[in-house]
Every structure is written in structure tokens, then in C-alpha cells.
């Protein structure tokens, strides 16, 4: 292979990449704090919630990324009265997408947890939101964060979709040297590359911190 | 001290309890037996609210608990419920599982929900697993220190919800001597249950359930040497070989 095309072009890999990672990094996080408003919603006794909740995560997920990408980064500033710049609509569309996923995961690893552990702590007086608070959350954390690790490899690789916005992640950077230099192989392969040894990599650390998880259920 | 009048649960069609009335005095053990389906954990279960009654009325302490306008976490407080599966915090230790409701819900001081938590733990041998994990012990174990964890709330009441149903033979005799206990003490309780040796022995009322109802209730002597259904008889064969 061309090492001499990497060594050459190496910044716009490594730019390329930290944009990507930034991206996906920051869409997790927040993805997970609008994720467990979602989520609660969701359980929640409250009819109008519920529906609004169900109705937003039924939407996100049955339609592509790149078309939600598109009404964001179109739509939200003719609502807008201020230039947000296409870096923060990205990241906005890119929350507003994982969100969903997240609260899906949150949601289930809330009611993975068994219903005898909720009547009992029910049982001695404590009311729901203790109950969730000391009884049910401590639990459902296990379920959860290595649910949100895949979900952040997830958005790692889906991400490479904002390059049609102009963004520079390492797509868009693939693409340019592409122009640049007249070779539309040779970028390409180093940018899956890139996806898969940081997508490879992140498996692995979830793999570790999963079986870390484990063991503390089993010795302590 | 609980007076159940007229109590009627369904789930959907099924009609799971068809009526109960039922009045359980202070200091009394009521033990409830009956075929699997009966309804006998279900009209436990509504006695602490688990179970929602589709209609009738419980009536705890002069409160009715049934009424929706009185706070249901407050009358949790005084009555101890103990599962088939204990249901430990699996993330919590021993002394963690014992000493968080008094803690939250009572505002008790830590230290002392500590020390309420050890001597209670030592009247039933445990003491030396207070810092332990749930999973490290044994099922006998777990139902010994869920029973403590509900008596760590000074309850008026405890339910037993089947509490040896799901236990290794041999450890069944440990749960029993620490109920046993309890009611020499006084303890109001109320066991379900398929141990009939503990029914006879310990219990001052049985109750026989079937299909929804209680059929027959009296003494032990009454009910196991004397009883007037044929389906408490037919059931008693069954089950006293």
C-alpha cells in the first residue's frame, strides 16, 4: 500500500478523525441526557408523556439519519433567529438521533431489573422515586453503560453522514483528498481503516469493562 | 387490627378473588393454605397494596388503605412483607439491605439503624455477615436476613408470601425457627404457606382458600382433625401423606 500517500496526507486523517470522535462523543453525552428525560417519559404515568415519548422515538428511529440530518441542518435555522454554524447543527442532529436509541436502551435496562426488587423495596415503605433512586437505577446501571458504549462505537461509524453537511470528519476529509489528489481509492481505504481500528478498539475496551462489570457481581 | 370486608380482585377476566372478609386481631398468627391458584398470595399481596383490589375495602390501624387519599407508604412502614424469592438488594451489603428504609424513610440516624441492624442480625446467628454480598449466601440465609430487613422498620404486621417455598429442603427448618420466634414474641403474622407442620404448630387461625374464597377457617385442631368441606379435606389428603 502507498505509505508514503499516508505519511503525506496524514493531517487530514488525524484532524478528520478527532472531528469524528468529538462528534460522537459529544452525541452520546448529550444524546444520553436528553435519553433519560425520554426515558422516563416513557414510564411514567403521565398519558401526554408516554405518547409524546413513544411518538419521538418511533419517528427518530424509522427514518434515516442523513434525511434528519438534512431537515436539522435546513429547518432548525430558518426557526432560529441566530447562526448556530453547521458544527453545532450537526451535533444537534446527531443528539436528537441518538437520544432516542439511548432512551430505548436506558428504558429497557430500567426494566430488566426484576419486579420483586421494586416491591420490595415498595413493600418497606419507600415511595417510587426513592425506589428508582437506591433501589432500581444502581442496578439498571450495569445493563445500561455497555449499551451506551455500543451505541457511541455506533454513531462512530454512522456519523461519516454529516460529511454531507460539510463537516469535516474523516469522510469528508476522505473525500477531499480525493479531489486533491486524483485518487479515489487509495483515500478511502485508509479512512476505513481508521473506522475499524477505532471501532475494533472500542469493542475491545467495552469487552474488558463489561467482564470488570461481571466479576463484581460475582466475587464482592 | 386489619379488616378486609368484601375484597375482589381481578386480573382482566379472571377473577382471582371473589369476595374475602376476613378480620386478623393484634398479636394473632393467621396462616393461609390453600391449592396453587387459590388466590391466597394475591390477598396477601392486597393487604399491602401490591396487588391493587378491584374493589372492597382494607381497613389497617382505624386507616383505610384502600382509600386512595391516605398515603400508602406511610402504612407500608408498619407491616413487614417477606417474599418467596427474598428479593435482597443485590447491590447492597447485608447491613446496606437492612439499614436503608429506616434510614430514608424513618430518618434514622445511620449509627443507630446500625446497631438496631447488628442486634437484629445476632438473634438470628448472622452477625458475622453484615458486610457480605446477597450472592454469597446461602437461600436460607437471604430469607433469615430478608425477614430481619422488614423487621428493621419496627412493623405492627409482618405477610409471608410463601417463604420456604423456594428454599433447599434443608434449609426450610432455619426460616421456620426464626418465624417461630417471631410469633412467640407476639407478631402479628400472616403466612402463606405450604408447610403444614408450621401451620399446626404455630398458627392460631388457618384459613383454607379455594378458587378465590376462603372456605373454611378455624384453629388448627379445627381445621386439620375436624374439617367440614370436602375440598378442605380432599386438599389435606393431598398434602399430609
Known sequence: ?220 | MIKVSNLKKNFGSLKVLKGIDENIEKGEVVVIIGPSGSGKSTFLRCLNLLEEPSSGEIIFDGVSITDKLNDINKQREKMGMVFQQFNLFPHMTVLENITLAPIKVKNMEPVEAEKTALNLLKRIGLEDKINTYPNQLSGGQKQRIAIVRALAMSPEVMLFDEPTSALDPEMVGEVLDVMKGLAKEGMTMVVVTHEMGFAKEVGDRVLFMDEGKIVEEGTPEELFNNSKHSRTQDFLKKVLI
Open chain 1, 1 to 220: 500500500m502507498d505509505t508514503g500517500f499516508f505519511i503525506k496526507y496524514y493531517r487530514y486523517f488525524f484532524n478528520g478523525t478527532m472531528m469524528t470522535l468529538a462528534i460522537s462523543f459529544l452525541g452520546v453525552i448529550f444524546g444520553s441526557l436528553v435519553g433519560v428525560i425520554l426515558s422516563l417519559m416513557k414510564l411514567s404515568n403521565n398519558k401526554l408523556a408516554r405518547a409524546f415519548s413513544s411518538a419521538y422515538i418511533e419517528i427518530i428511529r424509522g427514518t434515516p439519519l442523513l434525511v434528519q440530518i438534512y431537515l436539522i441542518y435546513y429547518g432548525l435555522p430558518m426557526i432560529l433567529p441566530m447562526d448556530l454554524g453547521r458544527m453545532t447543527l450537526g451535533t444537534i442532529a446527531v443528539l436528537l438521533n441518538s437520544a432516542a436509541y439511548i432512551a430505548e436502551i436506558i428504558r429497557a435496562g430500567i426494566q430488566s431489573i426484576d419486579k420483586g426488587q421494586s416491591e420490595a423495596s415498595r413493600s418497606l415503605g419507600m415511595s417510587k422515586s426513592m425506589t428508582m433512586r437506591y433501589v432500581i437505577i444502581p442496578q439498571a446501571v450495569k445493563n445500561i453503560l455497555p449499551a451506551l458504549g455500543n451505541e457511541f462505537i455506533t454513531l462512530v461509524k454512522e456519523s461519516a453522514v454529516l460529511s454531507v453537511i460539510g463537516i469535516h470528519d474523516l469522510m469528508y476529509n476522505a473525500d477531499t483528498l480525493r479531489g486533491i489528489t486524483y485518487r479515489p481509492f487509495i483515500p478511502l481505504i485508509y479512512a476505513a481503516i481508521i473506522y475499524f481500528i477505532i471501532t475494533f478498539i472500542l469493542s475491545k475496551l467495552l469487552r474488558i469493562f463489561e467482564r470488570r462489570l461481571e466479576a463484581s457481581d460475582k466475587s464482592i
